[in-house]
C-alpha cells in the first residue's frame, strides 16, 4: 500500500490530529541497504524453469524424485493437508514416530525428535540445554538458527574462535555446571567441516555435552550418508547430540533433534519450539520417510555429492577463482564486492544457471560470494556447462592475481 507522507513525517490521525508515522524509520534503513548493495529481494521460481540448479540445498536430488512426491501426497491423502495441533495434542501420527524411529537408527543414535523446521530444531536443542546457571561455548562460524538459540537460553554463552577446539576447551575450564559446546558439524557458507573428534574430546576434559547442527552433513557424510556424528565416531556417543534438517539432502522440510533418550524426553517437556509449535505436516513427514529409505538403498548418492562438489573446486580453481576446498557438498567462491557478487549470479542466471549469492551480514567474515551446492544427480556435462558459465561471468576482480 502506497504511504502518503508530510515533510515532517506525520499524517492525520482519526481526530485529525497529527501524528508521527511509526514507520518512517525504515526508509532510512532501507536507504542504507541501498547504498551498501544489500537490498534482498523474493524471486518466485516456475515449476518448469529449465535452469540448472547449483543454488538449492537438494544435495542428493530427490525434492522431485518420484518416491518422494509420492510419499507426500499418499500422506497427506490419509493423515490430511496439517498436522491440526501440535505435537502434544494431535500433532503427532504413526508418520512422525516412523520417521523419528527410522531417523534414529539410520544415523545411529538412541532417539530422534521431529520438528516443524531445523531452525526449531536448533532452538529446541540449544535452550532446553541451555538453562540457568549453565555454560553454552559457541563457535563463531555458527549458523544463525543456532545463535538465536544461544540468545533465547538462560545459560551464559562464550562465543569462541571458529573451528578451535582448544579456545572451546579454554572457555570450559573450570565452569561449574551444565556447559555444551555448540557448533555446526559442515559451516553453510564455506562448506567447511568442524574438527568435532577434537571438539569431543575437548568437552569430555570438563564433563561438557556436545551439541553438532548436521544439517549440511546428513545425506552427504558418513557411510552412505549417516551424517557428520557418524563419520566421526560420535554417533550414539551418551554425551553428543545433533540436529538435522529434512529439507536439504532429504529433500522434504522439517527437522530433528538426535541423541540419547533421556535428552529426547527433556526436550518433549522443555522445548517450547516443540511443544506450541504445530506439529510437522504429514506430506512433509512422508516424504522424508520416502527419502530415508530411498537413501538407504542407495548409498551411492553420497558419494557422488562429494564428487561433485570435489570437481566443481578443482575446475574452478584451476580456472583462477578463489574457492574454498569442500569437506561436503557446498562450494564457496569469493566475488570482489556484494555489488559484484549480485551482478555475478545473475550473469549466471541469464546464462541458464542458479547460483546462490552471499554478502554480509549472511556472511560472518564479510567476504561475498557465490555459494554452490552439489547434486549427485548432475551429469558430467551439466558440471562442464556450469563451470564454463561462471568462469566466463566472472569479475575480472575475482580472478586470482
Known amino acids: 500500500m502506497h504511504r502518503q507522507e508530510t515533510d515532517d513525517r506525520t499524517a492525520a490521525g482519526p481526530t485529525g490530529e497529527p501524528h508521527r508515522d511509526p514507520f518512517?524509520?525504515?526508509?532510512?534503513?532501507?536507504?542504507?541497504?541501498?547504498?551498501?548493495?544489500?537490498?534482498?529481494?523474493?524471486?518466485?521460481?516456475?515449476?518448469?524453469?529449465?535452469?540448472?540448479?547449483?543454488?538449492?540445498?537438494?544435495?542428493?536430488?530427490?525434492?522431485?524424485?518420484?518416491?518422494?512426491?509420492?510419499?507426500?501426497?499418499?500422506?497427506?491423502?490419509?493423515?490430511?493437508?496439517?498436522?491440526?495441533?501440535?505435537?502434544?495434542?494431535?500433532?503427532?501420527?504413526?508418520?512422525?514416530?516412523?520417521?523419528?524411529?527410522?531417523?534414529?537408527?539410520?544415523?545411529?543414535?538412541?532417539?530422534?525428535?521431529?520438528?516443524?523446521?531445523?531452525?526449531?530444531?536448533?532452538?529446541?536443542?540449544?535452550?532446553?540445554?541451555?538453562?540457568?546457571?549453565?555454560?553454552?561455548?559457541?563457535?563463531?562460524?555458527?549458523?544463525?538458527?543456532?545463535?538465536?538459540?544461544?540468545?533465547?537460553?538462560?545459560?551464559?554463552?562464550?562465543?569462541?574462535?571458529?573451528?578451535?577446539?582448544?579456545?572451546?576447551?579454554?572457555?570450559?575450564?573450570?565452569?561449574?555446571?551444565?556447559?555444551?559446546?555448540?557448533?555446526?558439524?559442515?559451516?553453510?557458507?564455506?562448506?567447511?567441516?568442524?574438527?568435532?573428534p577434537e571438539f569431543a574430546a575437548a568437552c569430555r576434559e570438563s564433563g561438557a555435552a556436545l551439541l553438532l547442527d548436521d544439517a549440511h552433513g546428513l545425506g552427504v557424510l558418513g557411510d552412505g550418508g549417516r551424517g557428520s556424528a557418524h563419520a566421526a565416531g560420535l554417533a550414539g556417543a551418551p554425551d553428543v547430540v545433533a540436529t538435522l534438517t529434512l529439507s536439504k539432502s532429504l529433500g522434504s522440510q522439517g527437522g530433528a533433534v538426535l541423541g540419547p533418550a533421556g535428552v529426547i524426553e527433556h526436550l518433549v517437556n522443555t522445548a517450547r519450539t516443540f511443544i506450541f509449535d504445530t506439529g510437522l505436516a504429514p506430506a512433509a513427514t512422508g516424504a522424508a520417510l520416502a527419502a530415508l529409505r530411498l537413501i538407504r538403498r542407495e548409498p551411492q548418492r553420497a558419494a557422488r555429492a562429494r564428487e561433485v562438489a570435489s570437481a566443481l573446486h578443482t575446475q574452478l580453481t584451476a580456472a583462477g577463482l578463489t574457492t574454498v576446498r569442500p569437506d561436503a557438498a557446498v562450494v564457496s567462491v569469493h566475488a570482489p564486492t556484494p555489488d559484484e557478487a549480485v551482478r555475478w549470479a545473475a550473469d549466471c542466471r541469464a546464462a541458464g544457471l542458479v547460483v546462490g549469492c552471499f554478502r554480509p551480514p549472511s556472511v560472518p567474515d564479510g567476504i561475498s560470494r557465490l555459494r554452490l551446492t552439489a547434486r549427485a544427480d548432475l551429469t558430467d556435462a551439466q558440471l562442464t556447462d556450469a563451470v564454463r558459465t561462471i568462469v566466463r561471468t566472472a569479475p575480472a576482480g575475482a580472478f586470482q592475481g
Open 24 to 196: 518512517g524509520w525504515l526508509d532510512a534503513q532501507a536507504e542504507r541497504r541501498r547504498a551498501a548493495g544489500l537490498v534482498r529481494t523474493l524471486r518466485p521460481r516456475t515449476a518448469d524453469s529449465g535452469l540448472l540448479d547449483l543454488a538449492s540445498n537438494d544435495y542428493l536430488g530427490l525434492a522431485l524424485h518420484p518416491e518422494v512426491t509420492d510419499g507426500a501426497a499418499a500422506a497427506a491423502h490419509r493423515w490430511g493437508g496439517g498436522a491440526t495441533g501440535s505435537r502434544l495434542v494431535t500433532g503427532t501420527t504413526a508418520l512422525h514416530t516412523e520417521l523419528e524411529r527410522e531417523l534414529a537408527e539410520f544415523c545411529g543414535f538412541e532417539a530422534a525428535l521431529v520438528l516443524s523446521s531445523g531452525y526449531a530444531a536448533n532452538l529446541a536443542a540449544v535452550t532446553a540445554l541451555g538453562p540457568h546457571g549453565g555454560l553454552i561455548v559457541s563457535d563463531a562460524g555458527n549458523h544463525a538458527s543456532l545463535i538465536d538459540g544461544c540468545r533465547l537460553a538462560r545459560a551464559t554463552t562464550s562465543v569462541v574462535a571458529h573451528a578451535d577446539p582448544d579456545a572451546a576447551r579454554k572457555a570450559l575450564d573450570g565452569h561449574e555446571g551444565p556447559a555444551v559446546a555448540v557448533t555446526d558439524a559442515v559451516f553453510s557458507v564455506d562448506g567447511d567441516a568442524a574438527p568435532l
